[in-house]
């Protein structure tokens, strides 16, 4: 139980381009995910907490019109990266756990984002 | 600002060896302490958990130990087997499914 699905696993597009990565828990409802980055041998870093049905809450030094987070139902948050460039080329995760609080987060396998 | 720091940064052991982990953390807020296992290309992987109350947690070949007064907590890899080599990140939060504060990884190797 408590699976994460992250769709897509890779993506490659150009500068400019703006790109959806959406994350959902399969198996069970959450109120809250979580978005982080990671860069290559790096750790996982938060992006933002995405809250069903309200706005995302952003970590210090996230543009919020950058990274535009929408969580729509229990099931779905979705990031997108709007106009992005080549420094925001990195793999992104998303982690969600079960209502009810107290439990663990599961992640899902990632987003690998590549800009040309 | 690093709230767990996590060392060593890379570690071999043989097959058959115990590999050790440690992590240290300075805010006293925090109450949940999971360790991750993630694999290249792949997202973590919960491995096992412990809260503060007890000092040591078990689950087949891993094990957490923790010391509260000290703020220190370590993961412990029994018998490692080369299938264990990855990257094992430990982690923090105030609560368990609040969002998470990672230590900076350790990239374990286990040789045949």
């Known amino acids: 139980g408590a699976v994460v699905s992250q769709h897509p696993s890779r993506v490659i597009c150009k500068s400019g381009t703006s790109v959806k990565i959406e994350c959902r828990s399969l198996d069970f409802q959450a109120t809250t995910m979580f978005w982080y980055r990671q860069f290559p041998k790096q750790s996982l870093m938060l992006m933002a907490t995405?809250?069903?049905?309200?706005?995302?809450?952003?970590e210090q030094g996230v543009e919020k019109d950058k990274f535009l987070i929408n969580h729509a139902s229990l099931t779905l948050s979705t990031l997108t990266v709007t106009s992005a460039h080549p420094e925001d080329s990195s793999f992104y995760i998303c982690?969600?756990?079960?209502?009810?609080?107290?439990?663990?987060?599961?992640f899902g396998d990632g987003t690998r984002l590549s800009i040309l | 600002q690093q709230q767990v720091k996590q060392s060593p940064q890379s570690l071999i052991v043989q097959k058959g060896g115990i590999s050790i982990i440690n992590c240290a953390y300075e805010?006293?807020?925090?109450?949940?302490f999971p360790w991750y296992q993630q694999f290249p290309g792949k997202g973590p992987a919960l491995l096992i958990a412990?809260?503060?109350?007890?000092s040591e947690k078990k689950e087949g070949r891993f094990t957490i130990s923790f010391n509260k007064s000290a703020k220190q907590f370590s993961l412990h890899i029994m018998d490692s087997q080369p299938g264990d080599s990855a990257t094992y990140f430990c982690?923090?939060?105030?609560?368990?499914?609040?969002?998470?504060?990672f230590g900076k990884g350790t990239s374990l190797l286990v040789t045949p």
């Open positions: 982690s969600a756990g079960p209502l009810g609080g107290n439990q663990p987060q599961h």
């Open positions: 805010n006293t807020a925090f109450d949940y």
């Open positions: 412990i809260r503060p109350d007890v």
């Open positions: 995405s809250n069903e049905g309200s706005k995302a809450t952003y």
């Open positions: 982690a923090a939060s105030s609560r368990t499914g609040y969002a998470l504060n």
